[in-house]
C-alpha cells in the first residue's frame, strides 16, 4: 500500500498537469463566459457550457499520466499493479477536486444570482435536480470518464500501437452509428428520451461508473504487457 500512495506522490510531482491548467482552464472558461452573458441583451436566465472546458483536460492528464510517467516509474522499480492502482487513485482524488471546485462554483452563482448577469456556467438546472451531492457524482464522474478514456487509449497505443488505436476508434464510431441507426429505424427516439428524463443526470452518471469500471478493466488487461 505504501509502494501504491508512492505512485499517486509521483503522478501529483507534476501539479501543473493535474491541478494549475485546469484550474487555469477553469477560470478562463468561466471569466470568458460571464463576459459573453453579459453582452445578452436579455434579463432571462442565460447557460452555457463553459463549465465543461477543464473536463477536456482530464483526457489529457489521463495520457500523460500513460505516456510520461509509467516509463519513469518502470526505472525505479515500480510494479504495473502498483502503478495502475496508484494512477486510478491519483485520478479519483483529482476528479473529486474538480467535483467540489463545481459544487463550490455553484454556490457563488447562487449567491451572486448568477454573477450579476443572471449566467449560469456550473448550476445547470438538469445537473442539479438531485440536490448537491447528486452535481457532485456527475462532475467526478465525467472527469474521471475523461482521464480513464485517455489513459485507455495510451495503454492501447503502448501495447498494440497506432493501428490498433485507429481501429478502436473506429469500431466506437461504427457502434455508436450503429445504435443510433437502430433506434432511428425503430422509432424509439421518444422511449430514449424518456428513459433519459426518468433517469436524469444522477442517474445516468451512475451508469457512466459501470462505464468507467469496464474502461478500467480493459485498461488494464492491455497494461500488464504495454512497452515502456
Do not use: C, H
Not at 424509439?188 to 444522477?202: H, R, S
Amino acid at each position: 500500500m505504501r509502494r501504491t500512495l508512492n505512485v499517486v506522490r509521483l503522478q501529483l510531482i507534476n501539479r501543473q498537469t493535474f491541478i494549475w491548467v485546469p484550474l487555469i482552464v477553469l477560470a478562463s472558461a468561466t471569466i470568458v463566459s460571464i463576459l459573453i452573458y453579459a453582452m445578452i441583451p436579455t434579463d432571462g436566465p442565460k447557460y452555457g457550457g463553459g463549465g465543461q472546458a477543464p473536463l477536456w483536460v482530464f483526457f489529457a492528464v489521463g495520457l500523460s499520466s500513460m505516456t510520461l510517467t509509467f516509463p519513469f516509474s518502470q526505472a525505479i522499480s515500480i510494479t504495473r499493479r502498483e502503478f495502475f492502482i496508484g494512477t486510478m487513485l491519483a485520478a479519483v482524488m483529482s476528479s473529486a477536486f474538480m467535483g467540489v471546485l463545481f459544487l463550490i462554483g455553484g454556490g457563488i452563482e447562487t449567491l451572486t444570482n448568477g454573477y450579476g448577469v443572471n449566467g449560469w456556467v456550473f448550476r445547470l438546472p438538469w445537473l442539479w435536480d438531485a440536490g448537491p451531492l447528486g452535481a457532485f457524482v456527475v462532475y467526478f464522474t465525467l472527469a474521471l470518464f475523461f482521464f480513464v478514456v485517455g489513459f485507455t487509449g495510451a495503454t492501447i497505443y503502448k501495447r498494440w500501437g497506432a493501428l490498433a488505436v485507429t481501429l478502436a476508434s473506429v469500431a466506437v464510431v461504427l457502434v455508436l452509428v450503429g445504435l443510433v441507426f437502430l433506434v432511428t429505424k425503430w422509432e424509439l427516439w421518444g422511449q430514449v428520451g424518456t428513459t433519459f428524463q426518468q433517469l436524469g443526470a444522477l442517474g445516468l452518471a451512475l451508469w457512466g461508473l459501470v462505464v468507467i469500471a469496464l474502461l478500467m478493466v480493459i485498461s488494464f488487461i492491455a497494461f500488464r504487457r504495454a512497452i515502456p
